[in-house]
């Protein structure tokens, strides 16, 4: 199925930030706070989509009830 293929995508630092709109110091201090799912590959972070889109929603839930 494609959307396999779309949840499989692996991310840079920079197409995460873009992808949430953030500076890349913001996903930095993310990563360094593990407050972010990620892995490294050499010494280069890297992002799977899914675990993004995942970590997306549990922050939406957490903060629902501000």
Known sequence: MSSTAD???IMTIREVAEYLKVNERTIYRL???KKMPAFKVGGSWRFRRSDID???ASQSEGGAGE
């Open 31 to 33: 990563l360094s706070a």
């Open 54 to 56: 995942g970590w997306i």
């Open 7 to 9: 949840n499989a995508e």
